[in-house]
């Protein structure tokens, strides 16, 4: 998932996406360590997207308490 289209969704449509990449995540480690996983790859693409997604909810965080300070 790109950033462009994670800035674009709602904050609790980020909580989700946030929750079903750590429930993924989960999967694929359990996968791995019971050598089941063929695509080694997609681990680090969910970490990524998992990243992402801490990333936007960070910056938002952060404007609403600059807007916040501001008043």
Same mark, same amino acid.
């Given at each position: 998932?790109k950033?462009?289209? =994670?800035?674009?969704l *709602?904050? &609790?449509e980020? *909580?989700?996406k946030? &929750?079903?990449? @750590?429930?993924?995540?989960?999967?694929? @480690?359990?996968?791995?360590?019971? *050598?089941?996983?063929?695509?080694?790859?997609r681990?680090? =693409?969910?970490?990524?997207?998992i990243?992402?997604?801490?990333?936007e909810?960070?910056? @938002?965080?952060i404007?609403?308490?600059k807007?916040?300070?501001q008043k």
């Open positions: 998932m950033y462009r289209d =994670i800035q674009e *709602s904050d &609790e980020l *909580s989700q946030l &929750e079903d990449g @750590r429930t993924e995540l989960f999967n694929l @480690r359990f996968q791995m360590a019971t *050598s089941q996983l063929d695509n080694t790859a681990v680090t =693409i969910v970490k990524r997207d990243a992402r997604v801490q990333t909810m960070r910056a @938002r965080q404007a609403a308490e807007s916040a300070a």
